[in-house]
């Protein structure tokens, strides 16, 4: 792998990184975000008298296959 095409592959990765921080500090601040997470189902809380215990596994099944499609289609535009 030449230097060109790592500093290249570098570059999209931050700016992917950049616009995916700005749309979920974003729609955080709103709180649309806030209204799913943590309550989809399979996600696990338990809260005893000293311990909180919270398992997004609902959450990271989706966040899972909308990052997958999501990178899926990139991958086929820059082909």
């Given at each position: 792998m030449n230097m060109e095409h790592l500093g290249r592959t570098l570059l999209v990765l931050g700016l992917f990184l950049v616009?995916?921080?700005?749309?979920?500090w974003g729609l955080g601040r709103v709180g649309?975000?806030?209204d799913w997470i943590g309550h989809l189902p399979g996600d696990i809380r338990y809260e005893g008298e000293n311990v909180r215990v919270y398992v997004p596994i609902g959450t990271m099944i989706v966040v899972s296959l909308v990052l997958t499609?999501?990178?899926n289609l990139a991958m086929r535009l820059w082909r």
């Open positions: 616009v995916a921080g700005g749309l979920v649309a975000l806030g499609v999501l990178i």
